[in-house]
């Protein structure tokens, strides 16, 4: 299978200030230019976990098979890392079709979405990340191909310009965003599958610390891929990152045999990331709620300007993780630290 790229991919707003964290699901740009592609499953059976979503998605490419025809189009939607883009692969592969991966940034003029929906082969997958980022010209060049697989052109200028219509090819439409709620109602409505990924059990992350391991010819005790897996926020590209990190370590220390459950916590120590995958970003956000405002609630504007960082980046690459742990809170009146987040901070409970 091809993978045809186009543009510039996961340039979300995590791509600002906390591009350096390591717990950052976002892409890198060491992971951009190197590795992430030999690591990402090939086929349904190699993608771990996610089970609800690869049982819906066999029997949808089974029957499209069987019907001669395009899979229906798909909207996978989760935060960054879960594995949107490898599934895109996995579906095109298993399709036996070659997927053409872009991301809605780099369609900003119309002819650049024109140009993928016309040289689409038919059956084939076009895998357009960030997608609620679409201009409206795109968007409304994509109705019509989605529908119909029609796309309807301007061509000419003043009296002159006329309407022309193309056919396409048939085609499958993998649509992938961290923000379903920004994406429009009528593009939503057209596709056929629309499916959210989960945040990884320990179970699953520490098989894909495994699989990964043997990628990079490394051998971890069991206690340590069960440590990487607890420190990854449940994100797969995350997981591969931190073991990047204590593969560094173990050739520093001369110790690339065995990677046992201390090494990988020196390595992840050294990069502020503690037992539960909190970093440095994280405390310091928890740390200004509970120290300079009893725990909240604060607004969000007041909390960026106190850490001097966007909200915006606030919003979508710190505050995911320490609501999913229930750290956090997000009320009408602001944010507020749980009971849970105290105790982590070693701060009583709140009465
Ligand atoms: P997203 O598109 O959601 O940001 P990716 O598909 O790029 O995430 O996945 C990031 C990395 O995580 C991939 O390179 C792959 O190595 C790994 N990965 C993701 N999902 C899985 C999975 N289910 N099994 C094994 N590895 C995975």
Same mark, same amino acid.
């Not at 979503?53 to 029957?63: G, T």
């Not at 201390?262 to 995958?277: C, F, P, Q």
């Given at each position: 299978?091809?993978?045809?790229?186009?543009?510039?991919?996961?340039?979300?707003?995590?791509?600002?200030?906390?591009?350096?964290?390591?717990?950052?699901?976002?892409?890198?740009?060491?992971?951009?230019?190197?590795?992430?592609?030999?690591?990402?499953?090939?086929?349904?059976?190699?993608?771990?976990?996610?089970?609800?979503?690869?049982?819906?998605?066999?029997?949808?490419?089974?029957?499209?098979?069987?019907?001669?025809?395009?899979?229906?189009?798909?909207?996978?939607?989760?935060?960054?890392?879960?594995?949107?883009?490898?599934?895109?692969?996995?579906?095109?592969?298993?399709?036996?079709?070659?997927?053409?991966?872009?991301?809605?940034?780099?369609?900003?003029?119309?002819?650049?979405?024109?140009?993928?929906?016309?040289?689409?082969?038919?059956?084939?997958?076009?895998?357009?990340?960030?997608?609620?980022?679409?201009?409206?010209?795109? %968007?409304? !060049?994509?109705?019509? =191909? #989605?529908?119909?697989?029609?796309? /309807?052109?301007?061509?000419?200028?003043? $009296?002159?310009? &006329?309407?022309?219509?193309?056919?396409?090819?048939?085609?499958?439409?993998?649509?992938?965003?961290?923000?379903?709620?920004?994406?429009?109602?009528?593009?939503?409505?057209?596709?056929?599958?629309?499916?959210?990924?989960?945040?990884?059990?320990?179970?699953?992350?520490?098989?894909?610390?495994?699989?990964?391991?043997?990628?990079?010819?490394?051998?971890?005790?069991?206690?340590?891929?069960?440590?990487?897996?607890?420190?990854?926020?449940?994100?797969?590209?995350?997981?591969?990152?931190?073991?990047?990190?204590?593969?560094?370590?173990?050739?520093?220390?001369?110790?690339?045999?065995?990677?046992? %459950?201390? !090494?990988?916590?020196? =390595? #992840?120590?050294?990069?502020?990331? /503690?037992?539960?995958?909190?970093?440095? $970003?994280?405390? &310091?956000?928890?740390?200004?709620l509970?120290?300079?405002y009893?725990?909240g609630p604060v607004g969000l504007e007041t909390i960026a300007a106190a850490?001097?960082?966007?909200p915006?980046?606030i919003e979508?690459?710190?505050?995911?993780?320490?609501?999913?742990?229930?750290?956090?809170?997000r009320t009408s009146r602001g944010r507020v630290?749980?009971?849970?987040?105290?105790?982590?901070?070693?701060?009583?409970?709140?009465?």
């Amino acid at each position: 299978m091809a993978i045809l790229s186009s543009g510039d991919s996961n340039q979300g707003p995590s791509s600002s200030r906390a591009k350096s964290r390591v717990v950052d699901g976002a892409l890198t740009q060491e992971e951009k230019s190197s590795s992430e592609d030999g690591l990402r499953p090939q086929r349904l059976d190699e993608y771990i976990g996610q089970a609800e979503l690869k049982q819906i998605l066999n029997i949808a490419v089974k029957a499209a098979i069987e019907r001669g025809e395009a899979l229906d189009h798909v909207l996978l939607y989760g935060p960054p890392g879960l594995g949107k883009t490898t599934m895109a692969l996995v579906l095109a592969e298993e399709l036996g079709v070659k997927c053409r991966v872009t991301s809605a940034p780099a369609l900003e003029r119309p002819r650049d979405i024109v140009g993928l929906l016309v040289n689409l082969q038919p059956r084939e997958l076009l895998f357009i990340d960030e997608i609620h980022r679409l201009t409206r010209v795109a %968007e409304e !060049l994509l109705y019509p =191909a #989605l529908e119909d697989r029609r796309l /309807d052109i301007n061509v000419g200028k003043g $009296s002159t310009a &006329r309407m022309r219509s193309l056919r396409l090819n048939p085609f499958t439409l993998v649509g992938a965003t961290t923000k379903a709620g920004s994406l429009s109602s009528p593009l939503r409505d057209r596709f056929g599958l629309i499916q959210r990924l989960e945040f990884y059990g320990l179970d699953d992350l520490q098989k894909i610390v495994q699989r990964a391991s043997g990628f990079m010819g490394l051998v971890l005790t069991n206690d340590a891929s069960n440590e990487i897996a607890r420190r990854c926020r449940g994100t797969p590209r995350i997981a591969n990152r931190l073991l990047r990190r204590v593969r560094d370590v173990s050739i520093v220390r001369g110790k690339n045999t065995v990677i046992d %459950e201390h !090494l990988v916590d020196e =390595a #992840l120590s050294l990069h502020s990331v /503690d037992r539960i995958g909190l970093d440095a $970003s994280d405390r &310091r956000f928890l740390k200004l709620l509970l120290e300079s405002y009893n725990g909240g609630p604060v607004g969000l504007e007041t909390i960026a300007a106190a850490l001097g960082d966007d909200p915006n980046t606030i919003e979508s690459v710190v505050e995911p993780f320490l609501l999913q742990l229930g750290f956090i809170q997000r009320t009408s009146r602001g944010r507020v630290v749980t009971n849970l987040g105290r105790s982590h901070l070693g701060w009583p409970d709140k009465k």
